[in-house]
């Protein structure tokens, strides 16, 4: 059975889409996806589409989910290397990819995941350094 790898680097998942993918093998994407978030407590999830030339709608939903299901399990999404025409699918299709953050490539978006979970840890330590002061 065909499956996506998903690497882990540190705190981060990789997923490199180097296939069409065909509605199951999306959803065992999806699947696997939300799976090894949980399992490994990732803080982000990084998904290279750069050899990726046609986008339908049924794969712009499952990059969509995957960017929800993930911020749930408090976990950020990136989606890189965005050919010119599937960016241009997802618009004319209605689909803004909620929940999913973009960059131009893996380096740029390694930064971005880096960026997003620095500032979320030094808000969560600011309310903890907040909450000091709070009478008992």
């Not at 296939?19 to 999806?30: G, N, S, T």
């Not at 699918?89 to 973009?102: N, R, S």
């Not at 997003?116 to 330590?125: C, L, V, Y």
Request: charged share 25%.
């Amino acid at each position: 059975m065909d499956r996506i790898p998903i690497l882990r680097m540190g705190q981060f998942l990789l997923v490199t889409i180097q296939v069409d993918l065909y509605d199951r093998l999306a959803l065992d994407l999806e699947a696997d996806l939300v799976k090894a978030v949980s399992k490994t407590g990732a803080r982000g999830i990084l998904i290279d589409i750069s050899a990726v030339s046609i986008v339908d709608s049924f794969m712009g939903r499952i990059i969509g989910n995957i960017g929800v299901m993930s911020k749930l399990l408090d976990a950020e999404t990136v989606v890189v290397g965005m050919q010119p025409a599937v960016a241009i699918t997802l618009v004319e299709l209605g689909l803004p990819l909620k929940g999913v953050y973009t960059a131009l490539n893996v380096e740029r978006g390694m930064d971005l995941l880096k960026s997003k979970i620095q500032f979320e840890d030094e808000t969560i330590d600011q309310e903890d350094d907040n909450s000091d002061d709070l009478p008992e």
